[in-house]
């Protein structure tokens, strides 16, 4: 019914529109008890998809990614359609509105987005007293990012990103930190080994039982990934999210929207991603734990995700273009899977790509 009926008539609308849209009404029904019949609805459990990663259980390994749920608006709700974790964000040290508009495209063809929000988002003074006491019934992560202001250079970058963690430490199970936003003047300068040690330096002073991940770029070298990974062993970083956004286009088919800037979600960098996860985990031994994200879109990415090395997996674009019925599929499929390759648990299939 999504694919047939809905998405044609939501794709004639422009994009960021149909994204509010998505965002007042889950909104709205996370509020409602109708979620609870999205929730008989969506829901798929399985033993088998449970995992327990630094104490924190997760009931499948299936979560939103950063960048749709900006603002908070969505927690009540994300549990009934049928996710295991959620990441809000990315959150900024102060408001931000963003990059100018239009700055969300579709590319069809290749089942595809262009992105460019900058960070749009009401900064980590409003959400945190949003999130404040509140109890979330799936593990909540949070993503932070430096303030999309040029102006902003080299230690007070550092300063930026700390003052975001000090506020927002204490909501939620888990910290991401962005360190490879691709539509900011400068969105991967904490690719440089010397910003990211200052940023680390000041967390380490600070931290205490808090479990913090690393978002990379897709398109990553691999000195910079091999400084990031010696830092992350360095400072404790408990793992890494592979992969945000690409900024490349080669592959694309021809599309009038490829006029417009921005950087790449969806089924393009799904190979990107599931090299990078590939390497990250044979670099690292397995010693990290690694969220996969970049092209999914049904069970078998997913899986393929897992095998090559990560422990959960998050996808926006695969939803937005097969539905909020997809996370269920997915999980379904996940499970179809494992039980092929004679697994009982989820665990037994991380990494088995890798050799």
């Known amino acids: 019914m999504y694919k047939e009926i809905i ?28 979620s609870r019949l999205m929730r008989a609805k969506w829901v798929y459990k399985n033993k088998k998809l449970e995992n327990k990663l630094f104490g924190i ?41 963003g990059n100018p508009k239009p700055r969300v495209h579709r590319l069809v063809k290749d089942k595809a987005i262009i992105v460019n929000y900058g960070l749009a988002n009401k900064g980590a003074e409003h959400i945190y007293k949003k999130l404040k006491g509140k109890k979330f019934r799936i593990p909540l992560a949070i993503s ?19 003052k975001t963690l000090k506020i927002m430490r204490n909501i939620g199970d888990f910290i991401v930190i962005n360190i490879s936003c691709p539509n900011t003047g400068d969105g991967r300068s904490f690719e440089d080994s010397k910003l990211l040690e200052k940023l680390l330096k000041k967390i380490k002073v600070i931290r205490k039982s808090e479990v913090i991940f690393l978002k990379l770029s897709p398109d990553i070298s691999n000195k910079n990934l091999n400084q990031i ?17 690409s900024k490349k286009r080669e592959k694309l088919q021809n599309d009038a929207n490829l006029k417009y800037s921005g950087s790449i979600s969806g089924e393009p960098i799904r190979e990107k991603s599931d090299n990078l996860i590939k390497k990250v985990y044979k670099k690292t031994k397995g010693k990290f734990v690694i969220i996969g994200s970049g ?6 990415a997913a899986y393929e995700k897992i095998k090559n090395g990560a422990s959960l997996v998050q996808l926006i674009t695969g939803m937005i273009y097969g539905g909020p019925a997809v996370i269920s599929m997915i999980n379904k499929d996940i499970v179809k899977l494992l039980e092929k390759d004679g697994y009982k648990n989820i665990k037994e299939a991380i990494g088995k790509n890798v050799n």
């Open 7 to 34: 998405r044609p008539i939501l794709f004639k609308i422009d994009a960021e529109k149909v994204h509010n849209l998505a965002i007042f009404l889950g909104s709205f029904l996370g509020k409602t008890r109708l």
């Open 57 to 97: 259980k997760f009931e499948n390994p299936v979560g939103l990614s950063a960048g749709f749920d900006k603002n908070a608006q969505l927690t009540d709700i994300l549990p009934d359609v049928g996710f295991g974790f959620m990441e809000i964000g990315s959150i900024t040290a102060e408001q931000c509105f």
């Open 144 to 162: 932070i990012a430096k303030t999309n202001d040029c102006d902003i250079k080299g230690d007070a970058s550092a300063e930026d990103y700390f």
């Open 229 to 245: 990974i010696k830092l992350s062993r360095k400072y404790k970083i408990n793992g890494f999210v592979i992969s945000n956004l």
């Open 295 to 300: 092209g999914i879109f049904n069970g078998n």
